[in-house]
């Protein structure tokens, strides 16, 4: 039945399917049960993008209500994964990651850039270049303010694309559009 709505495209639903096996393949990578979700996984990788940032900041990164925020890092806290040090301010704490959340953090990314690298590397060297310059354009149109930039890039390992120029971060601070990195 036809509501008047354009028809779904073959190439949208190839990037939505491709969209859905990345997301299944993170959900499925091994934690233990203090980061099991998600939203746990992208606070504790955000701790360790933004050490010594505040819950309010943190909340942004993973888009989080305060209160949600404030029990995601208990949790993370009471693993022995994050620890609370006095903030800017009387009112504020600092969040840092502990040696074991330090280690976690890596094996999570070794683990995302596993799959990651998996999937990609059924492309050849110049497929792997158009596909970096079709992503560099699309995510640098697509990132909104400061806080959906943070969202974006909550699982990310920031090293390399910091290092050769993240779209996101060009696009949130009104930078243009960055090359593709070079090899």
């Known amino acids: 039945m036809y509501l008047g709505c354009p028809m779904t495209q073959?190439?949208?639903?190839?990037?939505?399917?491709?969209?859905?096996?990345v997301t299944d393949e993170m959900s499925?990578?091994?934690?233990?049960?203090?980061?099991?979700?998600?939203t746990a996984r992208a606070m504790l990788n955000a701790i360790g993008q933004y050490p010594d940032a505040s819950i309010e900041l943190l909340r942004d990164a993973v888009a989080l209500s305060h209160p949600a925020a404030v029990r995601a890092?208990?949790?993370?806290?009471?693993?022995?994964?994050?620890?609370?040090r006095a903030g800017a301010d009387k009112r504020s704490v600092a969040l840092a990651l502990t040696a074991n959340g330090r280690r976690e953090v890596k094996r999570l990314r070794s683990a995302r850039e596993d799959v990651l690298m998996r999937i990609v590397s059924h492309l050849d060297s110049n497929e792997r270049q158009v596909l970096e310059?079709?992503?560099?354009?699309m995510l640098w149109h697509e990132t909104r303010d400061p806080a959906h930039a943070m969202q974006l890039c909550r699982f990310c390992d920031d090293g390399p694309c910091l290092k050769a120029g993240c779209p996101v971060e060009c696009r949130e601070e009104g930078l243009p559009m960055p090359g593709r990195s070079t090899p």
């Open 10 to 21: 073959r190439t949208e639903n190839l990037l939505g399917a491709l969209a859905v096996l």
């Open 28 to 38: 499925a990578l091994n934690t233990s049960l203090a980061i099991a979700g998600s």
């Open 73 to 84: 890092v208990a949790g993370l806290v009471d693993a022995g994964l994050v620890e609370k």
């Open 133 to 137: 310059d079709l992503m560099i354009k």
